[in-house]
C-alpha cells in the first residue's frame, strides 16, 4: 500500500514536470514566432516607410544656339554620374534635341520648351538663365545648379566635379566691385545703388536658395531690360543708331552683370563664394590672330588642345581681383585647391583632340573615365 503511494505521488510530480516542460516550451515557441513576426514587419516598415535616401542632384545648364558640338565630350563625363546630375538645355526656339540632332543619350529630349531667342550682349542671355532655372528647380533633388556654354569641357571627372562642388555651402559667382568702366547707368538708381554694381563672368554654380532669388527677381531683371544694354559698333550700324557721341553711351553687357548684381542687393554676399569655376582666357592684347581680339574670349582651336594647356589650366591657384585689391586663394574642404572644374571656349575638333588624348593616356588626370 505505501509503495502505491509513493508511486502516485511520483506520477503526478512526473505528470506536474511534463506540463510545466510543455508550458515552457509552448511559451519559447510562441515568443519565437512573435519575434519572427515582429521582424518581418520591422523589415517591412524598413522597405515599405524608409525608402533608400536619395543624394542631392547638380542641375547642369547648357546654353548653346542649336546643337551641343561637345556632346561626346559631356557623354563621356556623365558616365560617372550615377544619378546625380539633371540636365537642362536652352536652345533657340523650336530647336529639338531628338536622335537627329544628339547622338548622347544624356541630351536627347533635354531641351526647355519655352526658350526665348538669345542675342550677344542682350538681357534675353539673363531671360534663357531663368528660363533653366524655373524648368531646373521643379525637381525638388537638384540642389546646385551650373551654368554652363555649348563650348565648355569638363576638367576632371563626375565624381571629383560633384564632391568639389557639393562640399561647398556657398554659390561660386564670379563678382567684383566695376569700377573702372562706365557700365552703371545712374539711371537705375535709386533701385540699384552704384555701391551694389558688381561686375564679373555669367559663367555661375548656384545654391538652390539664390536659384530661387533669380528666379523671383522682379525688381532688378526690369531695370536691367531697360538700361543695360551694349554700346553699338560700327559694324553693327545697319542693326543699330548710333549716337553722334558714343563715349556717352554706356557699354553694359547684362549677363557679366546680372546675378552679381542682384545677390548684392539682397545683402547676399556673404554666402557667396566670389570666383568662377569656369576658366576663360581674356588675355588677348598680345595676339596676333586678328579673329581674337575685340570683346570675345579666346576660342581654343586643334592645334591649341594640348596636354601643356590643361596643365597650365589645372595649375591655377589663385586669382586677382585688381579693382578691389583682392586675391582669391582657392580652396576645396578646407584645403588648397585647383581653383577651376571647366574651361572654354573649345571648338569641336579640339575638344576631340583632347578626348582622344585621354583615350590614348598622354594626359593623365582629364576625366579620368576612358
Known amino acids: ?25 509552448s511559451f519559447l515557441f510562441m515568443q519565437t514566432r512573435y519575434n519572427h513576426v515582429v521582424g518581418l514587419v520591422s523589415l517591412q516598415r524598413h522597405f515599405v516607410s524608409k525608402p533608400e535616401v536619395q543624394s542631392p542632384k547638380i542641375a547642369f545648364l547648357f546654353i548653346a544656339r542649336n546643337r551641343l558640338p561637345l556632346e561626346i565630350v559631356w557623354d563621356a563625363f556623365f558616365r560617372g554620374g550615377d544619378g546625380k546630375f539633371s540636365i537642362f ?17 544624356y541630351f536627347l529630349n533635354r531641351q526647355v520648351n519655352n526658350s526665348v531667342q ?13 528660363v533653366l532655372l524655373r524648368h531646373a528647380l521643379s525637381d525638388p533633388l537638384n540642389d546646385r545648379f551650373v551654368f554652363l556654354s555649348d563650348s565648355c569641357i569638363p ?3 563626375f565624381t571629383y566635379t560633384y564632391d568639389y562642388i557639393m562640399s561647398a555651402s556657398t554659390s561660386f ?17 535709386p533701385v540699384i545703388p552704384v555701391y551694389n554694381w558688381r561686375k564679373g563672368s555669367q559663367w555661375a554654380v548656384l545654391t538652390r536658395k539664390h536659384a530661387k532669388v533669380v528666379v523671383e ?72 590672330d586678328h ?22 589650366i589645372k595649375e591655377v591657384d589663385n586669382i586677382y581681383y585688381e579693382t578691389e585689391y583682392r586675391r582669391e ?19 569641336r575638333t579640339a575638344a576631340l583632340r583632347l578626348l582622344d588624348l585621354v583615350s590614348l593616356c598622354i594626359f593623365h588626370g582629364f576625366l579620368q573615365v576612358l
Request: hydrophobic content about 35%; aromatic content about 14%; proline content about 5%.
Open 217 to 288: 527677381d522682379e525688381t532688378v531683371f526690369p531695370m536691367f531690360q531697360k538700361y543695360c544694354k551694349k554700346k553699338p559698333l560700327p559694324e553693327f550700324w545697319r542693326d543699330h543708331y548710333i549716337p553722334a557721341d558714343t563715349s556717352k553711351v554706356h557699354n553694359c553687357i547684362p549677363d557679366e552683370h546680372y546675378v552679381q548684381t542682384l545677390l548684392a542687393q539682397k545683402d547676399l554676399e556673404a554666402e557667396i563664394t566670389r570666383r568662377s569655376l569656369t576658366h576663360t582666357s581674356w588675355d588677348i592684347s598680345n595676339s596676333r
Open 329 to 347: 586663394w582657392c580652396s576645396s574642404k578646407g584645403k588648397a585647391s585647383t581653383c577651376f572644374l571647366f574651361a572654354r571656349k573649345f571648338t
Open 291 to 312: 579673329e581674337r581680339r575685340g570683346w570675345h574670349p579666346v576660342t581654343y582651336k586643334y592645334s591649341d588642345a594640348t596636354p601643356m594647356l590643361l596643365k597650365f
Open 173 to 189: 559667382v564670379d563678382s567684383f566691385a566695376d569700377t573702372k568702366e562706365g557700365r552703371y547707368n545712374p539711371k537705375m538708381d
Open 155 to 157: 576638367l576632371y571627372n
Open 89 to 105: 538645355v536652352h536652345c533657340r526656339p523650336g530647336f529639338l534635341l531628338n536622335k537627329a540632332t544628339t547622338r548622347s543619350p
Open 118 to 130: 538669345v542675342e550677344w550682349g542682350e538681357a534675353s542671355m539673363i531671360e534663357a538663365e531663368r
Open 1 to 25: 500500500m505505501k509503495r502505491r503511494v509513493v508511486q502516485h505521488r511520483w506520477k503526478k510530480k512526473l505528470f506536474a514536470l511534463t506540463f510545466v516542460v510543455f508550458c515552457l516550451g
